[in-house]
């Protein structure tokens, strides 16, 4: 019944700033882990940044570490991704995902376990 919708992305010289956004509709984030992950041309996906339920817990990718900060808004069952000094590299169609577990304070960056992804939204760094 979640669904997910990823929205934010576009074009963007290196050095700039997007915030992605992660919205759900159907049922409310509060219980779920939510992942962030992206997908080059040629590439496999990849995890990018996690929050946990709480939000007491993050885990970002070495390549985003630094640069991203990912953070939820319980009242507008958002999650969001600030991505900061962007590279050609973060260049993708970036996804969430959601992923129920039983502790509040857990995420992984995996993509094991992870369900109602999203559409994506393309990212493109270029100059």
């Known amino acids: 019944q979640l669904q997910l919708e990823e929205s934010g992305g576009g074009l963007v010289q290196p050095g700039g700033s997007l915030r992605l956004s992660c919205a759900a509709s159907?049922?409310?984030?509060?219980?779920?882990?939510i992942g962030w992950f992206r997908q080059a041309p040629g590439k496999e996906r990849e995890g990018v940044s996690c929050i946990s339920s709480s939000a007491r817990s993050t885990n970002y990718a070495d390549s985003v570490k630094g640069r991203f900060t990912i953070s939820r808004d319980r009242a507008a069952s958002t999650v969001y991704l600030q991505m900061n000094s962007l590279k050609p590299e973060d260049t993708g169609v970036y996804y969430c995902?959601?992923?129920?577990?039983?502790?509040?304070?857990?995420?992984?960056?995996?993509?094991?376990?992870?369900?109602?992804w999203g559409q994506g939204t393309q990212v493109t760094v270029s100059s």
């Open positions: 159907g049922m409310t984030l509060a219980a779920y882990a």
């Open positions: 995902a959601a992923q129920l577990t039983i502790s509040s304070s857990w995420c992984t960056t995996s993509l094991v376990g992870f369900r109602s």
